[in-house]
């Protein structure tokens, strides 16, 4: 879960909002307007778990050190989901249009104790993967394969249930009472991951080929077109717009690929890929399903585990996604992913 702060470090945080550098008197100065009996050892440890956070970064030297805003604070800070999501969309003050200082800001996207669990899980799989016999490692990845295609295909507003999505995928069941297309975009899932899990030393390094590759297996025959698109599209439940620019398209998407390629981290690259997928909106339709796969073609390039999603709440996952539309804040899409990384490890391949 996001790491809650409390009243004092909150205070402090909105002091540094107002710009600048301040000193340990200054802070303690303004705080005692609030807090009147707070003192100086209490303050330094709370600008000392922000500055664990990532939150706060320290400026000089013993009694000349001062403290700010990191520079990627707005985009890992806390926000409350609820009290945000409270106001209506078209009451919400947003970035409205694609930032494209967002691919400078995306570095060192986990706390120190972030990375530290997600290491620490993926070792756990790693040794579960190296243990288990062979065909039960088969038999995890079909069941993985099933629960992402369901999942997946439901955040999308397919009404397949999981069992009709494994008559389907295992037996091609296709269940009544559905549209056919919502067993194509099943199918296509399967088709995507399929191809991924045969192909993932080629994902080490990204390229735009390669997701417009994954993309098409994703999409076709739903009638979307191929490759980037060359319209204006619209996004529901909120008044971000994504470039309407097929160039500034390619080009966002080729500085996504720089971004990853140059990032060292396996689990940044997934999250940060995914996110910016989402964000760019490079094709037609498709861009969430695209991200979540791609991420996962990531984290199996690097012998990572990846993500069913099968527990994921659909509204809060577009709740996140949406969260850095309109904030450019990552802290919610993070937390989905710790706890969907967390959920996949305790829950498959295990011996």
């Not at 500055?51 to 604070?73: E, F």
């Not at 397919?158 to 389907?168: D, G, M, P, V």
Request: with cysteine.
């Amino acid at each position: 879960m996001i790491k809650l702060l409390n009243q004092r470090q909150e205070n402090i945080l909105n002091i540094l909002e107002q710009g600048g550098s301040f000193g340990i008197a200054k802070i303690l100065q303004s705080l005692r307007l609030s807090f009147k009996s707070v003192s100086k050892v209490t303050i330094n440890r709370d600008i000392k778990e922000l500055i664990r956070l990532g939150y706060v970064k320290s400026v000089g030297l013993a009694r000349a050190t001062n403290y700010k805003l990191s520079t990627h604070y707005n985009l890992i800070s806390p926000i409350d989901v609820k009290k945000y999501f409270k106001t209506e969309t078209d009451k919400r003050n947003v970035k409205e249009k694609f930032n494209f200082n967002i691919f400078s800001l995306l570095k060192n996207i986990f706390t120190k104790q972030e990375k530290s669990q997600l290491h620490s899980l993926n070792k756990i799989y790693q040794k579960n993967i190296k243990i288990i016999p062979t065909n039960l490692q088969k038999q995890e990845f079909t069941r993985l394969i099933i629960e992402l295609s369901w999942k997946s295909s439901q955040i999308e507003g397919n009404t397949y249930s999981l069992l009709e999505t494994e008559a389907l995928i295992k037996g091609k069941e296709e269940a009544e009472g559905h549209k056919k297309e919502e067993a194509i975009m099943i199918l296509n899932h399967k088709e995507a991951l399929d191809y991924i899990s045969n192909n993932r030393a080629s994902f080490t390094k990204m390229s735009v080929s390669k997701i417009e590759d994954v993309h098409y297996l994703l999409t076709k025959d739903l009638g979307i077109t191929r490759n980037l698109r060359k319209t204006a599209v619209g996004i529901i439940g909120t008044k971000y717009r994504p470039l309407d620019n097929n160039y500034q398209i390619k080009e966002a998407l080729e500085k996504t690929c720089d971004l990853i390629n140059k990032e060292n981290d396996p689990l940044s690259k997934a999250v940060i890929l995914s996110a910016l997928i989402a964000y760019i909106q490079p094709f037609e339709d498709g861009n969430k399903r695209t991200s979540r796969l791609i991420a996962n073609a990531i984290l199996l390039a690097y012998g990572s585990c990846p993500l069913s999603y099968r527990n994921v709440n659909e509204a809060e996952y577009k709740k996140a996604v949406v969260l850095f539309y309109e904030q450019n804040n990552l802290s919610y899409f993070k937390q989905l992913f710790i706890e969907q990384f967390k959920f996949t490890v305790e829950n498959y391949f295990k011996v």
